[in-house]
T-cell receptor
Framework: GDSVTQTEGQVALSEEDFLTIHCNYSASGYPALFWYVQYPGEGPQFLFRASRDKEKGSSRGFEATYDKGTTSFHLRKASVQESDSAVYYCALGEDTNAYKVIFGKGTHLHVLP | EAAVTQSPRSKVAVTGGKVTLSCHQTNNHDYMYWYRQDTGHGLRLIHYSYVADSTEKGDIPDGYKASRPSQENFSLILELASLSQTAVYFC???????????FGKGTRLTVV
């Protein structure tokens, strides 16, 4: 079945560092791709989505580009802040069953002041 | 603002007992989901529904049942709770497929 892989379980950075969280997917067809963020004690919140090759999604200074060739949707931010500390989830919506959303295991970002 | 409300927010259950987690949404969304969150596993889909009176199995349905009596309400039922079902459970809703999913705040279930 379809799947999402996030290679980093935890990432530790200092403020103003550049962030990259890697996300690769395996899916038949053409899935929609998403990034979500989860703060302590809360449910995940939608960041942005992309649904076609080379489309860029962005929000709150975060961005990712849909790359069908490398089956990737890496999350990037130029300058992180302490308030960005959270768990980030990459997800996909199946092409053949749009109601089914599959999440990766999440990446815990720690930003040190 | 879109709202998904889960109850209870925290529960301790006895092994072998029955547990019902409830979810109510005021988003007027057709699609609702139950996810389980465990350290190291992220979010895994248990059951979902896209219309009242119908539910579908997700990736880890074993040991769980779901009920969607109305568009607004979606319950997760553990008929015989087990220690391995200790986790945080999230209910969510969306307007249609491949769009933003709105999550509740979660229910922390501890089975002892």
């Amino acid at each position: 079945g379809d799947s999402v892989t996030q290679t980093e379980g935890q990432v530790a950075l200092s403020e103003e560092d550049f962030l990259t969280i890697h996300c690769n997917y395996s899916a038949s067809g053409y899935p929609a791709l998403f990034w979500y963020v989860q703060y302590p004690g809360e449910g995940p919140q939608f960041l942005f989505r992309a649904s076609r090759d080379k489309e860029k999604g962005s929000s709150r200074g975060f961005e990712a580009t849909y790359d069908k060739g490398t089956t990737s949707f890496h999350l990037r931010k130029a300058s992180v802040q302490e308030s960005d500390s959270a768990v980030y989830y990459c997800a996909l919506g199946e092409d053949t069953n749009a109601y089914k959303v599959i999440f990766g295991k999440g990446t815990h970002l720690h930003v040190l002041p | 603002e879109a709202a998904v409300t889960q109850s209870p927010r925290s529960k301790v259950a006895v092994t072998g007992g029955k547990v019902t987690l409830s979810c109510h949404q005021t988003n007027n969304h057709d699609y609702m989901y139950w996810y389980r969150q465990d350290t190291g596993h992220g979010l895994r889909l248990i059951h979902y529904s896209y219309v009242a009176d119908s539910t579908e199995k997700g990736d880890i349905p074993d040991g769980y049942k779901a009920s969607r009596p109305s568009q607004e309400n979606f319950s997760l039922i553990l008929e015989l709770a087990s220690l391995s079902q200790t986790a945080v459970y999230f209910c969510a809703s969306s307007d249609r497929g491949n769009t933003e999913v709105f999550f509740g705040k979660g229910t922390r279930l501890t089975v002892v």
